[in-house]
């Protein structure tokens, strides 16, 4: 009998992966620097509707620059402590000289170009434990759109953006 997979444990990400996949009724969970989260339930103005955009906004950008691609809500390997379920995520795949890589499983492994989130309960860990591990895998844009403040942090490597309330430098 699999444990059951509960917000707050902390497992390694072998151990993270056995307990969500025997959990196919749970929509999200991430394992974010060792330590298991779980989505909260997602209202339609706080998310739904902010994540559409971003998605439509990202996919259009797809449509006309060859080689990227977009992922929705797939989860992310990064590191043995990090399994992210990212709302949104832009990259260039191995081949076109990203870092990004599609396992024979089907999971992604490595740093995409752009990470997006939509934060409206899930700021707290989205701008600290989050940025900190997309920073140390080499994630080169990190936007969260925290719906409930009406701003926007855009995190770059190579500049500062200010579009919200706030902004930092991923390195």
């Given at each position: 009998?699999?444990?059951?997979?509960?917000?707050?444990?902390?497992?390694t990400?072998?151990?993270?992966?056995?307990?969500?996949?025997?959990?196919?009724?749970?929509?999200?969970?991430?394992?974010?620097?060792?330590?298991?989260?779980?989505?909260?339930?997602?209202?339609?103005?706080?998310?739904?509707?902010?994540?559409?955009?971003?998605?439509?906004?990202?996919?259009?950008?797809?449509?006309?620059?060859?080689?990227?691609?977009?992922?929705?809500?797939?989860?992310?390997?990064?590191?043995?402590?990090?399994?992210?379920?990212?709302?949104?995520?832009?990259?260039?795949?191995?081949?076109?000289?990203?870092?990004?890589?599609?396992?024979?499983?089907?999971?992604?492994?490595?740093?995409?170009?752009?990470?997006?989130?939509?934060?409206?309960?899930?700021?707290?860990?989205?701008?600290?434990?989050?940025?900190r591990?997309?920073?140390?895998n080499?994630?080169?844009?990190?936007?969260?759109?925290?719906?409930?403040?009406?701003?926007?942090?855009?995190?770059?490597?190579?500049?500062?953006?200010?579009?919200?309330?706030?902004?930092?430098?991923?390195?």
């Amino acid at each position: 009998r699999v444990p059951l997979l509960c917000a707050g444990d902390r497992l390694t990400r072998d151990e993270f992966e056995r307990r969500y996949t025997a959990m196919p009724d749970v929509k999200k969970a991430e394992l974010v620097e060792g330590v298991v989260y779980m989505g909260s339930p997602v209202r339609h103005r706080q998310h739904g509707r902010p994540h559409a955009l971003l998605a439509g906004w990202l996919t259009r950008y797809e449509a006309h620059t060859p080689g990227l691609m977009t992922s929705d809500n797939a989860s992310l390997r990064l590191d043995l402590d990090n399994e992210l379920q990212p709302d949104l995520l832009l990259a260039l795949p191995q081949h076109a000289g990203g870092r990004l890589r599609v396992t024979q499983g089907g999971w992604l492994e490595g740093a995409p170009e752009l990470v997006v989130e939509i934060a409206a309960s899930s700021a707290s860990y989205d701008l600290h434990d989050k940025l900190r591990a997309y920073r140390r895998n080499g994630v080169r844009e990190y936007v969260v759109w925290r719906t409930e403040d009406q701003a926007i942090d855009w995190f770059s490597r190579s500049e500062e953006r200010r579009v919200g309330k706030e902004c930092v430098r991923l390195c």
